[in-house]
């Protein structure tokens, strides 16, 4: 090993440049090596191309590396793929926003240029700053959603549905985002706080009723409507206004009259039991206009502007619409009340746009007839953590529309269809022509199979991201069609991949588009098992936004830490689990990765040259061997169920504490004392006479498991030592392509080894706090403890001339040091009384009966005191404590 200190900065480039161009994680099927049944496949997420690297990238993306390295050691081989979302919405807002453009202002294949362009771009820094943080992705295997490999499946998949009567073409009702101009689906919404106002608003009647009443009232947070209110409806069983069933009602300001219905999908709690229906506020709004075949009246368009509908409110937004409208109300005298108010309403997530619904012709998936199916589906996977599937679960539960496919924008995967001119009839693709562009392409047929005309129009419409993005299992595993054989995959080793990680946000798009779309193709679920990542939150445990200015640059972060230490803390919390950024736990990965190459160079001085298992192994040599082997089964383990958390925090901790802190003293200690004597052991007492030979050979072996142990969670430092230790010259031998380690079935009394070393550990404090030199010899030593079998260890290491193993513990008294009150609890519940708790402590005027503390004519529970007591030796020597072992030394 070099001399100094560990310049990760150095070593860090130094690995990432050395993997990618060896292609050390290259996923190989035909290498020779390759079992097809145990190849382990990761469906990877590919992030959005929409600008710079964040927190959750960092985060999600090195758990994922976490499982591609552990089982690229512990199964030979993994496909780790990596994929760019580069096609719809968020590429076009992007381009918008770097150029300065509106895409309005381009011809489609100009303005798709431009978005290719800049994703380009972005897709390169990305991939280098995924590269910087030593992601074991095979570059080799990168794809983008808008590449021709991936429009063809996608479009595959479309034809394939079609053909299978699981997709329809519609006129009617969609969720419409103004902002992007075009339809999303059920999934693409999210709730979001809006401040307005509650309009009570007076309409008319046209002819009073029978009883003489002449008008009721409207409560509405959207007046702006109005202009599309088609019908009133009532409860069936509400008497106040039950009869208004059956009459005509009057608008306010715009004087088109509407019948008066009823229906038990009123709401009798809210408002004043009285609602209108308009073409469209909400989706009761929809299923009214379905069920009671109401007339269409559209006053809003596709950028939420007023129609002419809206007379003198025309070319208004609906915002500005609004205010107008309420203001000539209260002038006419039809606003009875107005109230602010804060409400919940649906918004595009990609804009935070507030959506409305319009009547548009679109593509969907049918989805709601087989909601079971993918119930079940979520159902056979493996879920980590378990508690994810209940959102599944849920999402799946509360659909209410089919799924929404086509978008009207233009960077996107197009349609494969044309419409006849004269009857409509749909003209779609050959699976062989694929990927088409009807705007430019020429349809499959000269005339219309249904009508025999010879005129088509191509569908200009794209398809929904997700309706590609969802396809990366069969884009992954070489999905495609052969004339001859059907639908083929070119590497089916990998289907249904191993495991699916990505955020808990996208559960609802990514992960069940994904079963709706490979179940429907293959017939199986598209993966065995689901990693859930949680977020990143700020310190104050605050979701990082802009807005709040709480944002932790994760290029700040690389510059300032090692990734291996960023790498540490990701693995600081259990998968699933929303977590606050703390730059101290980096920290004290930083001080691991220290402590790890400090470690291995005394390991490099002690045990320089290989050594041989020897026939027989000292005890305390074996105890550490074996304690390793339940470490390295319980970490397998930890790993096998993405507990990462788990697995770093019990390796650091045995690493650190039992092999660092006691260990190593013992052994350097062993292996110099043992070099300078000229005889080897005989099974006498002393540490000078010790054969050094068992204790290299641990020391060995501990530290190649050690290095395999955090090779997945510290890749370039344990890469770095393990080249530098145990690899001859420049050659390719990764620890990252070496096996997982396995127990190597040592047998030790776990137990009384470890009481041994608190044994060996608090001597070494006696002799430190009396300034005696390690090797200065101890009379006598006598130890009431579960050491049996450790004593000739526990003698030789602190040369002790006489050592005693004492059937029964020597006479101790313990006494009570101190009563710590909780003052938090008792304040509150006794007052000033406290001061006498305190005073009968003070003279010990108090009673403790198992649980309790009676005192001051009070009794106090276990939780509202904390008694410490000590221990006192009063035979000869001095008594050492050591856990659950009492030393006397003489």
């Not at 496949?41 to 999600?60: A, E, F, K, N, R």
């Not at 955020?503 to 017939?523: A, N, P, R």
Request: glycine share 6%.
């Amino acid at each position: 090993m070099p001399d100094g200190d560990y310049d990760p900065r150095a070593t860090e480039e130094e690995w990432q440049n050395r993997w990618v161009d060896e292609e050390t994680y290259a996923y190989d099927p035909e290498h020779e090596e390759v079992d097809p049944n145990t190849v382990y496949s990761i469906d990877t997420p590919p992030p959005t191309v929409s600008g710079s690297l964040h927190m959750g990238h960092l985060y999600g993306h090195t758990l994922q590396d976490f499982a591609a390295r552990f089982h690229r050691m512990d199964d030979g081989a993994v496909m780790f793929p990596f994929g760019y979302d580069d096609n719809g919405i968020a590429s076009e807002r992007l381009t918008e926003s770097e150029l300065g453009i509106r895409h309005q202002d381009f011809e489609r294949r100009e303005f798709q240029q431009k978005c290719r362009e800049v994703c380009a771009e972005y897709e390169a820094e990305f991939t280098e700053k995924m590269q910087d943080l030593g992601m074991s992705i095979d570059w080799n295997r990168t794809y983008k959603t808008i590449e021709p490999r991936v429009q063809r499946i996608s479009q595959l998949s479309f034809v394939d549905l079609y053909e299978q009567g699981r997709e329809y073409r519609k006129k009617a009702p969609a969720i419409w985002c103004p902002e992007c101009e075009t339809a999303i689906s059920q999934v693409e919404q999210e709730d979001a706080e809006r401040h307005t106002h509650f309009n009570d608003i007076r309409f008319d009647l046209t002819e009073p009723t029978e009883s003489g009443r002449e008008s009721f009232v409207i409560g509405t947070t959207r007046p702006e409507l109005l202009p599309a209110c088609v019908s009133v409806f009532v409860h069936p069983d509400d008497d106040e206004n039950a009869e208004l069933v059956g009459e005509t009602a009057e608008i306010p300001i715009f004087g088109h009259e509407v019948p008066i219905i009823e229906d038990d999908r009123v709401d009798l709690e809210k408002g004043t039991g009285v609602v209108m229906c308009c073409t469209f506020g909400d989706q009761k709004d929809i299923e009214w206009y379905q069920a009671h075949d109401l007339p269409l009246r559209v006053a809003i368009d596709e950028s939420a502007t007023m129609t002419d509908l809206a007379g003198d409110y025309e070319g208004l937004s609906t915002h500005e619409a609004r205010e107008a409208i309420v203001e000539d109300l209260d002038e006419l005298g039809y606003l009875e009340s107005r109230e602010e108010l804060t409400h919940t309403v649906q918004v595009h997530e990609r804009c935070e746009t507030d959506v409305e619904f319009r009547v548009s012709k679109q593509w969907y998936v049918e989805i709601l007839d087989h909601k079971e199916e993918y119930l079940e589906a979520g159902e056979q996977m493996d879920w980590f953590p378990q508690k994810m599937f209940t959102r599944y679960e849920h999402w799946i539960e509360g659909l209410e529309w089919d799924w929404l496919i086509s978008r009207q924008r233009d960077s996107g995967i197009p349609f494969p269809v044309w419409y006849c001119t004269d009857c409509g009839q749909e003209v779609l693709a050959e699976k062989a022509d694929l990927p088409v562009d009807p705007l430019s392409d020429d349809p499959p047929v000269d005339s219309c199979p249904d009508c025999g005309h010879d005129e088509f129009e191509p569908e200009d419409d794209v398809f929904d991201t997700w309706a590609t993005s969802s396809l990366t299992p069969l884009v992954n595993a070489g999905w495609d069609w052969d004339a001859d054989e059907g639908f083929t995959m070119e590497n089916p080793e990998l289907y249904p991949f191993d495991l699916r990680p990505q955020g808990h946000d996208i559960i609802s798009f990514w992960l069940f588009h994904t079963v709706i779309k490979c179940y429907e193709h293959t017939g199986e679920v598209p993966f065995d098992a689901t990693m859930i990542n949680g977020h990143v939150l700020d310190e104050n445990r605050e979701k990082m936004s802009k807005s709040r200015g709480n944002v932790v640059d994760p290029a700040k972060v690389v510059a300032e830490y090692p990734i291996d230490a960023i790498r540490y803390w990701a693995a600081s919390t259990a998968v699933g689990d929303d977590f606050p950024f703390k730059e101290k736990d980096i920290v004290a990965g930083e001080k691991l990765l220290r402590k790890l190459w400090n470690a291995s160079k005394l390991v490099e001085h002690l045990a320089p040259e290989p050594v041989d298992e020897p026939d027989e192994l000292a005890p305390l040599d074996e105890w550490l061997l074996a304690e390793l082997d339940a470490i390295v089964e319980s970490t397998t383990e930890q790993f096998r169920n993405y507990e990462f958390a788990k697995a770093r925090d019990r390796l650091r901790t045995f690493f650190w504490n039992t092999f660092c802190d006691d260990y190593l003293e013992i052994a350097k200690q062993q292996v110099e004392e043992g070099a300078a004597s000229e005889t080897p052991r005989d099974g006498g007492g002393g540490a000078a006479d010790a054969d050094p030979r068992s204790t290299q050979y641990a020391l060995q072996t501990a530290h190649r498991t050690f290095l395999q142990l955090f090779a997945p969670l510290m890749p370039h430092i344990t890469e770095e030592l393990w080249h530098d230790m145990y690899v001859e010259g420049d050659a390719t031998d990764s620890i990252h392509t070496r096996d997982w380690p396995a127990p190597r079935g040592y047998e030790a009394d776990l137990e009384g080894g470890e009481a041994a070393m608190a044994v060996i550990g608090a001597l070494r404090r006696y002799k430190s706090e009396n300034q005696l030199p390690l090797n200065e010899p101890l009379d006598h030593v006598a130890v009431y403890g579960n050491v049996d079998g450790f004593t000739d260890a526990i003698a030789g290491v602190m040369h002790v001339e006489s050592f005693e193993l004492l059937d029964s513990a020597p006479e101790i008294t313990t006494e009570v040091a101190d009563i710590g009150l909780d003052y938090a609890t008792l304040g509150p519940k006794y007052g000033g009384k406290v001061g006498e708790f305190d005073a009968a402590i003070d003279s010990g005027e108090y009673e403790l009966d198992g649980d309790t503390l009676s005192l001051a004519g009070e009794t106090l529970e276990a939780d509202e005191f904390e008694v410490r007591e000590e221990r006192t030796y009063s035979g000869a020597g001095e008594m050492l404590s050591a856990d659950e072992a009492v030393i006397i030394v003489n």
